[in-house]
């Protein structure tokens, strides 16, 4: 299922990184016309992660090389 943004195309709701140095970054499949909303939870260890995003990345900031667990919606 797509998010109703203008992004029918895109099937990359959901996923997993694993960060470098504490960060991640994603590529949308394809560009949104307004930005998605992401949630994210670090998989490995209790700890915090900041999640933005823009029309066509996601990037994500915590610690280490941790998995980081991701859904996004509009």
Do not use: E, M, W
């Not at 140095?21 to 939870?41: E, H, N």
Request: glycine fraction near 10%.
């Amino acid at each position: 299922a797509a998010i109703g943004n203008g992004a029918a195309g895109n099937t990359d709701l959901r996923g997993h990184l694993t960060l470098a140095a504490g960060a991640g970054t994603y590529s949308f499949l394809k560009a949104y016309t307004v930005a998605p909303t992401c949630t994210a939870a670090d998989t490995t260890s209790v700890a915090a992660v900041r999640v933005q995003t823009t029309t066509t990345t996601l990037t994500l900031t915590g610690t280490g090389t941790d998995v980081v667990s991701y859904v996004c919606a509009d």
